[in-house]
């Protein structure tokens, strides 16, 4: 029998993640398991009652790219994977958007993916569109013998355009956003093109919305490697995300043998009203 301080120098490392990303990893020497009961969906009620009050300009949205504040009703799915030890995760179905406002006319959104994962955008209206500024991220490992909470934050410095108003179809420019996270080997730099498809239309609750569709890909470099390929349509009018796809992969080679972290998922908003 192994004395217990060579168990717990044996104990699992669990690496964080940056940018949006679920970067999370860890190893141990005995067998670990998921507990996927205590991962499920966020209600709107739960969702209300974090949010309290939306945000201290209740303004009706009616500005370019600031959509109303409010709790929003977004559907979806995912899968959340790690390889060693093989985890996995589920996201959705109903997926709890949080429009919260800031100061200088920017805004906040939070999508809780599940009660053990949340992701956030810090966007801000400007006369030529919509810039990205900052975000954050949390996500929690439920394991066997202990839970592990993960979180980031990130800049992007200078804020990166996500909507131009001056745009066609095909148009591309680069971003670039820098984050750090609990348990991370340092910085890690997201970086890559941005291309604007070209104007759509979503059926969202039954409402005929025009929509713009972009198209990020971003590599990460630092602390953790991987890509992020993700597209997004935002509302034409208000800047308000409708739908997201995303694939996401990054490895961490800081740990014995390195892991591997995958995501993949989509949500679409459900109605245009908030509550």
């Given at each position: 029998m192994r004395e217990p301080g060579r168990r717990r120098r044996h104990r699992a490392r669990i690496v964080g993640a940056i940018v949006?990303?679920?970067?999370?990893a860890g190893v141990t020497t005995f067998v670990v398991?998921?507990?996927r009961g205590s991962s499920r969906p966020v209600s709107m009620g739960e969702a209300r009652h974090r949010a309290g009050a939306p945000g201290t300009d209740q303004s009706t949205g009616a500005e370019p790219f600031r959509p109303a504040a409010g709790i929003y009703r977004y559907?979806?799915?995912g899968t959340e994977h790690l390889d060693m030890p093989p985890l996995t995760q589920t996201q959705g179905p109903g997926i709890p958007g949080t429009v919260t406002h800031l100061e200088g006319q920017c805004w906040r959104l939070r999508v809780d993916y599940s009660t053990n994962h949340w992701q956030s955008w810090d966007y801000c209206p400007t006369g030529s569109g919509l810039t990205e500024n900052a975000g954050a991220f949390f996500q929690r490992l439920d394991l066997v013998v202990t839970k592990v909470d993960t979180s980031s934050a990130y800049t992007c410095d200078p804020p990166v355009d996500a909507i131009r108003t001056t745009q066609q179809a095909g148009d591309q420019w680069m971003q670039e956003c820098r984050g750090t996270s609990t348990g991370s080997d340092g910085e890690v730099i997201s970086s890559g093109p941005?291309?604007?498809v070209g104007p759509e239309h979503l059926d969202i609750g039954g409402t005929n919305v025009a929509a713009l569709h972009y198209h990020?890909?971003?590599?990460l470099t630092g602390g953790q490697t991987g890509t992020e390929d993700v597209n997004v349509w935002f509302d034409a009018?208000?800047?308000l995300p409708l739908r997201n796809q995303r694939v996401i992969t990054v490895h961490s080679g800081a740990l014995i043998g390195?892991?591997?972290?995958?995501e993949n998922g989509?949500?679409?908003l459900a109605s245009m009203n908030p509550t």
């Open positions: 949006g990303v679920a970067l999370i398991l998921w507990n559907r979806g799915e941005y291309t604007y990020r890909f971003r590599n009018a208000t800047g390195g892991v591997t972290y995958q989509s949500f679409q």
